[in-house]
DNA sequence: TTGTACGCGTTATCAG
DNA sequence: CTGATAACGCGTACAA
């Protein structure tokens, strides 16, 4: 050891990983990198792999379940330690892939799936119905849903949003679009559902970005928020915080799911999987802020 | 190669990276993951990899010039393709490092540096000199400055806007604070300014969430943007476009930043280095808003 | 416990 | 230009 610093020998990667068939990489591989919500997941993970022999490799499929399964099958082939993905897998093909693979797979976001190993995340449908029932509770008669992208988990807080309403006896008034989501596709979907339904007196939106459009519009409108209109985003951007008024939101630890994922992976790593082995609901938090009548916050986890 | 694709053969990149002495990996090392400006260099720098046989590798020293010459020899050991460091290095044996390395090194975000091989960028205190300026032109008399984080290319922006507004004889107005930036610091810095400087009609910002932050603040105050005051922020985000009124802000295309990084080093891999190679000026763009009193645009690459 | 030799799957070199 | 063969540097199994 003396010599190794004298020297200042440092082992060769590739070497080993030719001897010994295997890598000290953690492939993360995300639907997105354009939306910061994922974003407070990769500097989670980061923050826990760094001062660990390990190394991050990040994968962007852009929501595309094709790429997703080449980002698999590319990642898998370097014989990594262990792979995080986002949820539920799309293909069958990319599911057997995670399931025969001879390293761990951490699956975050979503628990609310088939866990093929180990799992981080929460269940949206819950958070939603939670969020949308606190609107109720706060008496919004009329609760509407806007929502972008509409990829599976914003399907999923869809679906949690139609069973609060349908437990209040309401109609489910509706407005999303397929393109990603954006403060401007949030006042656009706003003006959509309030021609379509006006009298829509509060929006649960599947996403912040949303929810911040909703509101911007809301004030070029002269629409009285809370009072006549509330307003509820998800994920808990740090930004709704400051707005005028802040936004209220259901807040997520994202950090935390990134750090704990590879917390997982590097902890279980020489483990062996066991069926079911971990699912860690890392729970939500609903933030009523000023854009909704009650400032009362409920926990859950 | 009938055969590979009958076989499925898929070669081993370790017993490559092992008889070659080199790899694929391009590394990319940033001072943060937390703010959305190098998410969108990431975004650019992603899309310019994928489909080559190329791999990013990020590293993220979190504003620590230590961290950073320790994550550039970690790199290093690699024998990656190239890589890809944020503006100049702060220590001599990141420099050195970098200087003797046996790859391709592309600085970005500023070029007004010692440029070791490539650079792809802009000059921030020119940018910033501009915006300034426009502000005079507009009318407005006493503009302040509003820092957060302050590093290399904050300080630059700083000295340009110190350049303008002593090219009209004015004085300058600053406060500045070593925190990360963010909305809440940007009403702090405001506020703080305004105590000091109640005379100040417009301010200048080092950055997008600090100028957001002063705008929710005005309101906050019921200040009258733009008759009464100004605001310009630096970098182009988004969001600023969708706020009410619109922030101007002075537009950097980072994903072409992002993308044109790899692309040089992609493309001149074999080439040899020749001093001061190639230094790609990207430009910036003044985009006059809501929060400022014209409405034209000054263009400059 | 300590030491040694072989194998990992390529690349690169050198005869032919 | 083709084809054989020696590195490449570390794991690991086996012998001492």
Redesign the interface.
């Known amino acids: 050891m003396t010599a190794v610093t004298r020297l200042g020998y440092?082992p060769?990667?590739?070497?080993s990983?030719?001897a010994s068939r295997r890598?000290d990489v953690i492939g993360l591989l995300l639907p997105s990198?354009?939306n910061?919500v994922y974003?407070d997941v990769?500097?989670g993970a980061?923050d826990r792999v760094?001062g660990t022999p390990h190394?991050?490799?990040?994968g962007?499929h852009r929501y595309s379940p094709f790429e997703e399964e080449k980002l698999i099958r590319v990642f898998l082939?370097?014989n990594p330690t262990g792979l995080i993905v986002a949820g539920g897998e799309q293909t069958m093909a990319s599911a057997d892939l995670l399931r025969e693979a001879a390293c761990r797979v951490v699956q975050i976001m979503d628990i609310d799936i088939d866990v093929i190993d180990l799992a981080v995340g929460l269940n949206h449908e819950r958070a939603a119905t939670e969020a949308v029932s606190g609107l109720h509770r706060q008496g919004y008669r009329h609760v509407g849903f806007l929502g972008a992208r509409m990829d599976r988990r914003s399907q999923k807080r869809m679906e949690g949003y139609r069973r609060a309403v349908a437990d209040v006896g309401e109609a489910d008034r509706v407005s999303t679009s397929l393109q990603p989501s954006?403060?401007?596709i949030g006042?656009d979907l706003l003006t959509d559902l309030l021609a379509r339904h006006p009298e829509t007196d509060a929006v649960f939106t599947n996403n912040d970005d949303i929810a911040?459009?909703a509101a911007?519009e809301c004030?070029?409108r002269g629409i009285r928020v809370p009072d006549t209109f509330g307003i509820c985003g998800f994920n808990g951007m740090?930004?709704l915080?400051?707005?005028?008024p802040p936004i209220s939101t259901v807040s997520i630890d994202r950090y935390r799911m990134g750090w704990l994922a590879v917390d997982r992976l590097i902890e279980l790593k020489d483990a062996g999987r066991v069926a079911g082995g971990g699912c860690e609901d890392i729970g939500f938090e609903v933030a009523w802020r000023g854009t909704t009548r009650e400032e009362i916050a409920v926990k859950e986890s």
Do not use: H
């Open positions: 440092v060769n990667l590739a070497a990983a030719l890598t990198l354009s910061n974003l990769v500097n980061f760094s190394t991050l490799q990040i962007n082939q370097q954006s403060a401007r006042a911040l459009g911007l004030q070029r740090d930004l915080q400051e707005m005028n």
